[in-house]
């Protein structure tokens, strides 16, 4: 790729490199800070998306603990009694407390959690602490337990579960900055074009005053020599020292422009403001679509603002389900087994089984829910209504700007029409003058409206360049 390479501090007699639009577009693709700030957007709403994927998987949990506890309760309670009680709380139930003692138990658990569903699957053990020789508290024998608990949402309120949901939107967001970094990129190409265009405009600009001067300049001489000869007056000679003296601001005024748009395009190419570069001439570029009516649709099919409102009101769609969910039963079933042995003298095997179901239904809300619910799908409407809005007055931009540029087109060859007539009536005006049908005023005042007429020239191409790019960006190409 070539790349822009002399700084203020070089050479300034050195000729500076030319640069295509390609060039620019690559140099402004990986070190311009419009596309890293594009890039960085798309960036963070991938890793964003990710998270709400993590968010709503599986997830696997892992726990451990040790207490120390002193049963209560009637020390007639037998060993097997407490054993049962171990299993109907590994299984997810709740053991009595009537045996005594004083124990430490370590404890484990497992729990692979999902949007919907838990399981979870412990284990614990526990032993006396040694008691004094001369305490009469019962020891209370060890106990080994090993429980799985599962806990099953049938339904919240919202068809496949509110995660569900979670994630739709979680995906209309993501879809969304994509379409953003779209137009973003879009719009960052466009930027880097104007920039060229300008750039260019300001060198065609500068040749052609440049230009203008030297005729000037040349004219202004041989009006000096013949004003010597007393054949041309003082006014002659002053209105062609006052043409090349207009020449020579002209030529400075672009010249400045030249450097301010150098300067700009440099920055947004990431460069330092100080690099100096040409770029290479363009052709006229032709038209994005072959009718006003095909540039409009191609707009409304491209332009991601237009999809963006469409996918904002998806997404308050699914806000409103949600809100009406909350109004709705949660049902949910519990189910867990538990297995417990007692280590005494002959150890104990106790088992339990537990199932369980819930219901929760929302008896009042103060109509929360449904106002909820109505003011999401009146959002969502809205943005239809901007969406609607939106289409009719992109359908007029590009319309707009369609037939200015074809307006702007047939201007250029009528600009270009105009050059070559001021040129022919400039050599002819001279020509005149050289018989003597002409005065030296018709002489200037034709190379004024030579001039005039080479500029308006170039005005007008680039002028073409900067609406087509127009077109194109409103089309969202």
Known sequence: ???????????????????????????????????????????????????????????????????????????????????????????????????????????????????????????????????????????????????????????????????????????????????TAVQGGISAVSKVKQAYIALLAAQRDLEIKKQVLTKQQSLLNQIQAIFEMKQATAIDLKTAQVNVRSAQIDSRTADKTLRLANERLAVIMGKSPGERFSVADIEDPAMPAASVDEAIAIGLQKRSDVAQLDMNAKSSLIDAALARAQAKPNISVTGGAGLAIGWTATPVLATALSLGAKIALPVFDSGVADLQARTSEGQAAQYGFQAAQLRKTLASDIRDYFEGARLQAERVGLAKDSMDLADAQFELVKAQNKYGTATVQDVLTASVTAATAEVGYGTAKSAYLSVVLQLSTAMGL
């Open 1 to 179: 790729m070539v790349t822009a390479t002399v700084v203020a501090a070089q050479d300034q007699s050195a000729t500076p490199p030319r640069l295509t639009l390609q060039n620019v577009l690559d140099s402004a693709s990986a070190a311009g800070d419009d596309f890293l700030v594009n890039a960085s957007g798309l960036y963070v709403a991938r890793k964003q998306r990710a998270l709400d994927l993590a968010r709503q998987g599986l997830s696997l949990g892992a726990s451990g603990s040790y207490a120390m506890a002193a049963g209560i309760g009637d020390d007639s309670t037998t060993a097997n009694q407490a054993l049962i009680g171990r299993a109907v709380v590994a299984s997810g139930g709740s053991a009595p407390t009537n045996y005594l003692g004083l124990s430490q138990a370590p404890q484990g658990s497992l729990s692979l959690i999902g949007p919907l569903t838990k399981a979870t699957l412990g284990v614990s053990h526990s032993f006396p602490v040694p008691q004094p020789t001369n305490t009469t508290a019962a020891a209370t024998p060890q106990f080994s337990s090993l429980g799985l608990g599962l806990s099953q949402t049938v339904w919240d309120g919202y068809p496949g579960g509110q995660y569900r949901a979670v994630l739709a939107k979680s995906l209309l967001a993501f879809q969304g900055k994509e379409l």
